[in-house]
């Protein structure tokens, strides 16, 4: 069965998806009484709210367990094209599926399932695939703005600007310049999307926000939701570390370097509202990615490989098997006050970091 944090995850999604499709069973149940000539009643309604919502629960179960893994690193490092007709292939699939055991399950008065497999399959099946073209094109849609930003544009959350507090977490590859010299231009993109794709099923998991890709380096963030939630993201930094070093035999072999990262985190306000016109965006202003920014680059003089400061640790639940060291106050480029600066490890001591990456 799909875990408990995928669930949480889709919940919204999972949630609608549900909704709606209570609604459309009862239509659909509606159109196919009149057409075998029955008298309207509530219960055709409700009988076909029902099995909608069956079908719906089904698809989405089998979908979760489906795009995970191989099968979802593979999808998504697939174009756009080829992915949304393979998503649209393997969603009627699993509507067909889902339609079949729900006509078993409720089995109508007006045909049993035999019957249905033999004149009715046709005609649900052009039905499921028309809903399976739709889904994926929005699904495959979000995937090119992010459900959250495509969300946030269609209800209209940052047509003003705003004011909120979140946690931002820059993390860029050490020594990138090098790697490029090394391999050219071609094998760098190669292996910074590879490595980026690598890494997104683990910020998928703890529900960061991704704003921007910016060369090696990519910019996510969280809401401050008080500190117990905002833990996601410090444990989001502590696997993306575990799953560097995880990866980096890989390319070593493939590419003869092995990536690392360098990761500054930060939380406080910042205004957030639309931007442009030609190409809609969600932008971020604020002293707080600054300071995420200035952390980022106090790593390598420091010689660790996740920095923060005591405001931003001071706003989450730490995992047990995570400390942060103080590493002295000292005032960031383009700051007037100090800031106390902390590194992240599973070591005490300012520069036994060696489970993070040093």
Request: some cysteine; hydrophobic content about 45%; overall charge positive.
């Amino acid at each position: 069965m799909p875990d408990r944090t995928l669930l949480n995850r889709y919940l919204p999604t999972i949630l609608f998806a549900v909704v709606a499709a209570g609604v459309v069973g009862a239509f659909y149940g509606y159109i196919m009484s009149q057409i075998v000539g029955r008298d309207f009643q509530m219960k055709v309604l409700l009988w076909g709210a029902s099995r909608g919502i069956f079908v719906a629960v089904t698809v989405l179960s089998l979908e979760l367990l489906v795009h995970r893994g191989l099968v979802q690193r593979r999808m998504r490092a697939m174009a756009f094209v080829p992915a949304f007709i393979l998503r649209a292939i393997i969603t009627s699939t699993h509507l067909i599926a889902a339609l079949a055991l729900s006509h078993w399950v409720y089995s109508p008065d007006w045909a049993n399932f035999w019957t249905w497999a033999q004149r009715g399959l046709p005609r649900d099946f052009f039905f499921a695939a028309g809903t399976a073209f739709v889904v994926q094109l929005i699904l495959q849609s979000k995937r090119l703005v992010g459900g959250r930003t495509l969300r946030h544009f269609l209800m209209g959350r940052y047509n003003r600007p705003v004011q909120e507090d979140r946690i931002f977490v820059l993390a860029d590859l050490v020594g990138f310049t090098a790697m490029a010299d090394k391999l050219g231009d071609q094998r760098s993109l190669e292996l910074v999307s590879g490595f980026f794709l690598d890494l997104d099923p683990t910020t998928h998991k703890y529900g960061a926000m991704i704003h921007n890709y910016v060369g090696d380096e990519v910019v996510m963030s969280w809401r401050d939701r008080g500190i117990v939630k905002n833990g996601r993201a410090v444990r989001c930094v502590r696997d993306m570390i575990a799953k560097t070093a995880e990866v980096q035999a890989k390319y070593l072999e493939t590419f003869g370097v092995a990536p690392t990262l360098r990761i500054g985190m930060a939380a406080g306000p910042v205004a957030v509202g639309e931007c442009g016109w030609e190409k809609r965006q969600v932008i971020y202003i604020g002293d707080t990615i600054n300071t995420a920014k200035r952390l980022q680059d106090a790593c390598k003089p420091y010689g660790v490989s996740v920095m923060t400061d005591a405001d931003t640790v001071a706003r989450m639940d730490m995992p047990d098997d995570l400390t942060a060291t103080e590493m002295g106050r000292t005032t960031l480029r383009g700051r007037e006050t100090e800031t106390l600066m902390m590194a992240l490890g599973k070591d005490t001591g300012p520069y036994s970091l060696p489970a993070l990456g040093n």
